[in-house]
């Protein structure tokens, strides 16, 4: 079955530095995939829409040029965390169809 | 945006026992699906139950749908303590999910 497969699983990070988690789809093609964010005890929340080749669709109350997305080839999108404040630790997920997930990456800013 | 609620919140039950999780959405749907997450851990896919289907099974998990109530549920016979998780149901809109706001089953031995 299709793999994905997300980098770094856990990261800790200080105030104001960024992260990037990468997403890749080992077998597949993925013109499309999905950023979701679930903070503890609480639901996923899809945060944007990755598409290859132009501009990320992001959800409302999503922060564009706070979670910077680059989805430049057909394998690998990229989600930025910028100026990370300890309100934006959380578990990252990505996925690039339905029912196929990165292992997600738990942030953690100190 | 969530698509609906998940009912209960949490749940504990014994080993043996079955474990019964209700979800409801909003929208009209091609399919819904049903995701088991350990704590802090990934997704795992369960079962996925098309618009058109009423109830299917896959091991000890059954699922049903009813469009008419925009409704499912997951049922889990002879419960173990390795089914201990957090279970959501989620709705696909053009293959973006929409989750529901999940179960938490907590089974003891």
């Known amino acids: 079955g299709a793999v994905v497969s997300q980098h770094p699983s856990w990261v800790i990070c200080k105030s104001g530095t960024s992260v990037k988690i990468e997403c890749r789809s080992l077998?597949?093609?993925?013109?499309?995939m999905f950023w979701y964010r679930q903070f503890p005890k609480q639901s996923l929340m899809l945060m944007a829409t990755?598409?290859?080749?132009?501009?990320?669709?992001?959800e409302q109350g999503v922060e564009k040029d706070k979670f910077l997305i680059n989805h430049a080839s057909l394998t690998l999108s990229t989600l930025t965390v910028t100026s990370a404040h300890p309100e934006d630790s959380s578990f990252y997920i990505c996925?690039?169809?339905?029912?196929?997930f990165g292992q997600g990456t738990r942030l953690t800013v100190v | 945006s969530q698509q609906g609620e998940e009912d209960p919140q949490a749940l504990s039950i014994q080993e043996g026992e079955n474990a019964t999780m209700n979800c409801s959405y909003k929208?009209?749907?091609?399919?819904l699906q049903w995701y088991r997450q350990n704590s802090g851990r990934g997704l795992v896919h369960l079962i996925l139950?098309?618009?058109?289907?009423r109830e299917k099974h896959s091991g000890r998990l059954r699922v049903t749908l009813d469009t008419s109530k925009k409704s499912s549920s997951l049922l889990i016979t002879a419960s173990r303590a390795a089914d201990t998780a957090s279970y959501f149901c989620?709705?696909?809109?053009?293959?973006?999910?929409?989750f529901g706001k999940g179960t938490t089953l907590s089974v003891s031995s």
């Open positions: 989620a709705t696909d809109d053009e293959g973006a999910l929409i």
């Open positions: 077998d597949f093609q993925a013109t499309t």
């Open positions: 139950i098309r618009s058109n289907e």
């Open positions: 996925s690039a169809r339905p029912a196929f």
């Open positions: 990755s598409n290859e080749g132009s501009k990320a669709t992001y």
């Open positions: 929208t009209s749907i091609n399919n």
